[in-house]
Structure formats: C-alpha cells, structure tokens
C-alpha cells in the first residue's frame, strides 16, 4: 500500500449515512432560519450551551414580510403576498422533512428551486457566497439522497 493509500481507505470508510446526515443539517439550517424571520407565532425550545435551539411554531405571516417581497425581492412572477407566504411555508417545511429524512430528494429540490429564485432574481451577485454551496449540497443529496439515518430509508427500504 502506497502513502496516499492509508489514508484514501480511512475516508473511504466513512458511511455516507453521516455525511448524508451532516449534509441535510447543515443545508436545511439557513432556510430554516430566513423562514423563522417571516413568521410569528408561539415559540418552544431553549437556548442550550450557547445555541439557540428555538422554534417558532407558524401561526401568521409577519407583515414586515411582505413589505420585504414587496420592496426588497420584488419576484416578476407572483404577487408580494402570496410570495411572502408561499416561501414562509416552503423555508419552514422542506428544511425539517430534509432533516428528517423524509422525502428528501423531493425537498431538496423544493429547496434548490428557491435558490435558484433567490439567485436569478432576487440576490444575483451571491452566488460564490452562498448560493453555489448551497446548490452543490442540494444536488449530492438529490442524487445520492439521504443515507440511511433518514426516515425515507426507514420507509422505504427495500425489503431484501
């Protein structure tokens, strides 16, 4: 065995279901957060060790949210409040069934599409800041989706 051997093999035999994992956290956080930003709503959880672990459980649309679409985004295609609620829904929903696992390859797409939107129309110069990274995470995980510390694998599974 070669010297670039030895350690090819010790990656190697990292699972993909941990980086999988790491992958659906790590994407599904900054959605997650711009999400939280549009909503109001009652909130669980606590701050723990320094991270703020709190959630606030959707029951409106802030109204600075649409002003945001309204003045900021300015999206071509739909109006400034059905934008506004259509991307709190989304940026709440997909990053949770991406952390679950479930129905991963479908809200990875959900989620690429927004950034997608968010780099064609609305922030077009962020794409090596953000946005490229986001895409390259999304698209491993469409195409080799979840790994199998994910409910999709739980599922759906393939009985053997």
């Not at 409106?60 to 739909?78: G, H, Q, T, W």
């Not at 968010?118 to 953000?130: E, G, R």
Request: aromatic share 12%.
């Amino acid at each position: 065995m070669t010297f670039f051997h030895k350690p090819a093999a010790f990656f190697n035999a990292i699972p993909y279901a941990l980086i999988a994992l790491f992958l659906r956290i790590v994407v599904a956080r900054p959605f997650f957060v711009a999400g939280q930003t549009k909503i109001e709503g009652p909130t669980i959880g606590r701050e723990m060790l320094g991270y703020d672990l709190t959630m606030t459980i959707p029951t409106s649309l802030r109204d600075v949210s649409i002003d945001l679409f309204a003045d900021e985004y300015k999206l071509p295609f739909i109006s400034a409040e059905h934008a506004a609620n259509l991307t709190a829904v989304l940026e709440f929903v997909l990053p949770v069934l991406l952390v679950m696992g479930l129905m991963t390859r479908l809200s990875a797409l959900g989620l690429l599409a927004i950034t997608l939107v968010i780099q064609i129309f609305v922030y077009p110069d962020a794409w090596w800041t953000a946005h490229a990274y986001w895409a390259a995470l999304l698209l491993v995980l469409i195409a080799q989706g979840p790994g199998g510390i994910s409910l999709d694998h739980l599922l759906f599974r393939r009985a053997k």
